[in-house]
């Protein structure tokens, strides 16, 4: 039986396999919940205002990124249940990491925290989506 979907020089591409697409986002996990779980002493960081929420902010926009290039990478398709879809990622990975912090000592589970997670994801998604869609 032959493919229905015509091969032709189009821009169409079939999807890449679940582990490659979701292998980094998933290895960027790791190093979330790696990152969350180092305890913190007095003087580990510099004095600077609000530096944890540049830390989670670092780490979900590479995240959204990620999670962003793996839909892409599915094929699904664009469009609000998309950005629903991955955004229910981000911000179940962001309770999960909060969550977890609980039950590390020198650490604590932060609203803002959880905030800053959602934000940075979404503007790590919005950024992948407008460059992939502008190539």
């Not at 830390?55 to 094929?75: I, K, M, P």
């Amino acid at each position: 039986m032959q493919n229905p979907v015509k091969k032709t020089k189009s821009a169409f591409q079939p999807p890449v396999s679940f582990a490659a697409a979701w292998l980094p986002a998933g290895g960027w996990v790791a190093f979330i919940f790696w990152a969350s779980s180092i305890r913190i002493t007095p003087g580990m960081y510099p004095p600077i205002p609000h530096l944890d929420k540049i830390f989670h902010t670092a780490e979900y926009w590479v995240y959204g990124c990620l999670v962003q290039r793996a839909a892409t990478l599915r094929g699904w398709s664009w469009g609000g249940k998309r950005l629903a879809a991955l955004m229910l990622i981000l911000v179940g990975t962001g309770l999960l990491d909060e969550f977890y912090q609980k039950f590390i000592p020198t650490r604590r589970s932060d609203l803002a925290d959880l905030m800053t997670d959602a934000l940075a994801g979404t503007a790590g998604l919005l950024l992948y989506a407008w460059d992939a869609r502008s190539r």
